[in-house]
């Protein structure tokens, strides 16, 4: 089974929403990641989790709160966001961040941001 | 300089073609090497992962060149169905490890 799976598929929400984007994998993967996906472009690297410690924060807004609360879980948390985050978020996993290890993809949850 | 780029095409082909897909990375440092296909609206998903030696998963062929920075990717007797987006995928390490996409190539196999 190679399933990541994320929730909500889509989200609505106004610039002063407080929402929490989920993704879970149960691959027993040690390394999680966050993309963000805007039309016609290559997904772009958020944050990267790796044991449950951060280790990747590709200078992201702090309106952008990533949360790992165990080894299958992670949380994107989101607040005060601007209508140029509309996009798709993308969640990923592998065994672990190292060589050759390769990254397993979320469905995505579509965002707008009106 | 993009670290990894591609043709953005679109490529249309007809069915039965062959088509090649390159991608040029800029960091020597690089170290791992994929080609994720991604169809509309969906997530990416992995195709193949490219070796020094070359490899090959039925009618796709994947090269590295480490010398030139360049892999490649070949599609034999194109199906309707590989209509999507090829995303060249480099992995290299700065301290910790990041994958790095390209801009992808959009593929139209056509009737």
């Known amino acids: 089974d190679t399933e990541v799976t994320q929730t909500p598929k889509h989200l609505v929400m106004g610039m002063t929403n407080k929402k929490s984007l989920k993704c879970e994998q149960h691959m027993g993967h040690r390394a999680m990641y966050w993309y963000k996906q805007k039309a016609k472009k290559p997904p772009e690297l958020m944050f990267v989790?790796?044991?449950?410690?951060?280790?990747i924060n590709e200078s992201v807004p702090s309106r952008f709160s990533p949360e790992c609360p165990n080894s299958s879980l992670l949380n994107l948390h989101l607040h005060a966001l601007q209508p140029e985050d509309s996009a798709l978020y993308l969640c990923a996993s592998s065994q672990t961040s190292g060589l050759q290890e390769t990254q397993y993809f979320g469905p995505g949850t579509r965002l707008l941001v009106l | 300089r993009k670290e990894v780029e591609q043709d953005p095409g679109p490529f249309n082909v007809p069915e039965g073609a062959t088509v090649a897909f390159n991608c040029t990375y800029s960091n020597s440092a690089s170290q791992s090497f994929f080609w994720y296909r991604q169809d509309c609206r969906k997530e990416p998903k992995l195709l193949m992962s490219?070796?020094?030696s070359g490899n090959e998963d039925g009618r796709f062929t994947a090269q590295l060149n480490r010398a030139s920075q360049y892999i490649s990717l070949l599609i034999r007797d194109s199906k309707l169905s590989d209509s999507a987006t090829y995303l060249c995928v480099v992995l290299f390490s700065s301290g910790t490890y990041k994958y790095i996409f390209g801009t992808g190539t959009r593929l139209k196999v056509l009737a």
């Open positions: 490219v070796y020094s």
């Open positions: 989790y790796s044991y449950e410690k951060l280790s």
